[in-house]
């Protein structure tokens, strides 16, 4: 979880991942960046994330993320 | 007909119950939007001015479009001002372009008072409800000729205040004769529309839309990110032609996304706005080869497109896409140092002439004058021609190749160098999603930045497969999330000012 929170505040500097529960709405994860996220996550969580995982429940919160990451690495 | 409205008022009568505009929430018919728009322009008339600018403040949404043909009816022009644009941005538009009025919507009208400008606010909801006053927009359309101002797009300028790009209703007419000739765009044409309504890409499918009947589908931008929702929602409003940058069409290739869904309507896909990668062209090509392709090229200044290229042959990953030849009732000539005519394959900068041409840069005659000169291969009566600033020569097949920007070409250890040519190399190689190659001057060293999976001295030992050692690069950085303009290009200024900083 505190890599994710570190690569969270690598694309989007100055937000608390922790308190956030709606990125999308809040317009705090664009669509540019929810692409960025994604490569870095494939990248250092060495995971392969699909474009089936590219849904906006799983950007909600950096538990949703997380949690989506959990589920691509099994 | 001379004016904008007149043909939508036309597509209006063929068609008054088709939908013209829809975004996810809303929708116009024809005949709405025509009576919107009146209603819209009638508030406008009020204020009795005539050629000036009026704002159009407001999200992305069939409303945005009838408030922006309302301040055609009302003899004025228009400028879009993105909600997420930064008040910064705002300010400097304003300060060149000074609009007599707003036009806004609930929930961006206070972000207004953060401006202090001096103009009148408009709540579009309000005004586009009234019974419009059809003599007084019949008594402005007499009195307006087709080469009044239509609307003023901004560009960025290199110097940090924006340039104000004025085209015409009679610009506009012309580029969509051709827009509609050459990509038959008819009343069952279905535009699934990517670009914002303040860049110039928008005009070909705003316009050309309203002029034949068709229909025009907002994308919401977060579908971009969401890309399986995004193939639903083309195919649920069923899109069959796309007009999108690069950029966009990239993400689809970049995450295999026809492995998991396909787009069950789709025949054109064009693009413009920056190069195009033949590697990710070629992902799309394999999986839809009997959809149509064109590659089409030009500036604001053009209106928005010059020159393109229908894709007919097979391209080798890395290499570059043609940007064909001039489009039908618009001409265009390379031309050398010397003011002359290029010879053959010999490289030189293309200039514009036409019905196309935008009429300059509002308030800023030196900028106009620099770019819009007489047409150095005719002395014998006044003739403007556009210089676009890119370099380009042609193949062997007689088409034009995008070389570069005049302003990236640069000189290094004694060669003139197109940054864009390494950019090419970069493109084909294993590993690598998007890069974008600046030059630091001051060093004088080629910087090339990427994205990817490839490792560095992968990436090094496949340009050198594809470009001369005197073009290689002096740094390689990988970037993990390469940043873009808010048109959706690479950022190369931000790169240029902060590459230093990234690793």
Request: glycine share 6%; net charge negative.
């Amino acid at each position: 979880m505190e890599d994710l929170l570190r690569i969270l505040s690598e694309v989007k500097p100055g937000v608390d991942f922790t308190k956030e529960d709606d990125l999308i709405e809040s317009g705090i994860l664009d669509s540019l960046s929810i692409i960025q996220l994604v490569t870095k996550i494939s990248d250092e969580f060495d995971v392969e994330i699909t474009p089936l995982d590219l849904v906006p429940e799983n950007f909600k919160s950096a538990e949703t993320i997380y949690e989506m990451i959990q589920n691509a690495e099994d | 007909m001379k004016n904008i409205t007149e043909y939508l008022e036309q597509t209006a009568k063929n068609f008054p119950d088709k939908t013209a505009f829809r975004d996810e929430n809303s929708d116009l018919t024809y005949s709405q939007l025509v009576m919107k728009a009146k209603s819209i322009g009638t508030a406008l008339a009020g204020l009795e001015r005539k050629n000036v600018a009026v704002a159009v403040y407001m999200n992305k949404t069939p409303m945005c479009a009838a408030a922006m043909l309302g301040v055609a009816y009302s003899g004025n022009f228009y400028i879009v001002v993105d909600s997420k644009m930064p008040v910064e941005r705002i300010k400097n538009m304003f300060g060149v372009v000074e609009p007599v009025a707003v036009v806004t919507e609930d929930g961006l009208a206070d972000n207004i008072k953060e401006l202090g400008i001096n103009a009148e606010v408009f709540i579009c909801d309000e005004i586009s409800g009234q019974k419009p006053d059809e003599n007084k927009l019949l008594e402005i359309r007499r009195r307006m000729i087709d080469t009044d101002p239509l609307y003023c797009l901004f560009t960025s300028g290199s110097t940090g205040v924006p340039k104000g790009t004025v085209v015409s209703h009679r610009n506009v007419i012309a580029y969509t004769d051709w827009v509609i000739e050459a990509f038959d765009i008819n009343e069952n044409t279905v535009f699934g529309s990517q670009t914002p309504f303040y860049f110039s890409m928008s005009v070909t499918d705003f316009f050309s839309t309203i002029r034949t009947g068709a229909e025009l589908v907002i994308i919401p931008k977060k579908y971009f990110s969401f890309p399986i929702k995004l193939i639903q929602y083309m195919n649920d409003n069923k899109v069959n032609t796309i007009y999108w940058v690069p950029s966009a069409l990239c993400i689809v290739a970049n995450l295999d996304l026809f492995k998991y869904t396909k787009p069950e309507y789709l025949e054109k896909v064009l693009f413009a706005g920056e190069v195009m990668p033949t590697k990710q062209l070629n992902y799309w090509i394999n999986n839809f080869p009997e959809l149509f392709y064109a590659n089409l090229f030009g500036p604001t200044e053009t209106t928005d497109i010059c020159t393109y290229y229908v894709v007919n042959r097979h391209f080798e990953d890395g290499t570059s896409l043609p940007i064909g030849n001039a489009c039908n009732n618009c001409d265009v000539m390379v031309v050398n140092d010397k003011g002359k005519e290029c010879t053959d394959s010999e490289e030189g900068e293309l200039y514009v002439r036409g019905s196309f041409l935008a009429y300059g840069y509002y308030n800023n005659p030196e900028r106009t004058s620099s770019a819009f000169v007489q047409n150095p291969l005719n002395n014998a009566y006044p003739e403007f021609v556009y210089k676009t600033g890119d370099i380009v020569k042609y193949n062997e097949y007689g088409e034009l190749i995008y070389c570069g920007r005049k302003d990236f070409q640069i000189k290094h250890m004694g060669y003139r160098i197109e940054l864009g040519e390494i950019e090419n190399g970069a493109a084909a190689a294993d590993g690598v999603s998007v890069n974008a190659c600046i030059y630091d001057a001051a060093e004088d060293s080629i910087v090339m930045i990427y994205e990817g999976k490839a490792k560095k001295e992968d990436l090094f030992d496949a340009l050198k497969k594809r470009v001369p050692e005197y073009m290689m690069p002096n740094r390689i950085i990988k970037i993990s999330s390469m940043p873009y303009n808010s048109n959706g290009k690479i950022d190369r200024v931000w790169l240029r000012n902060n590459f230093k900083t990234i690793e």
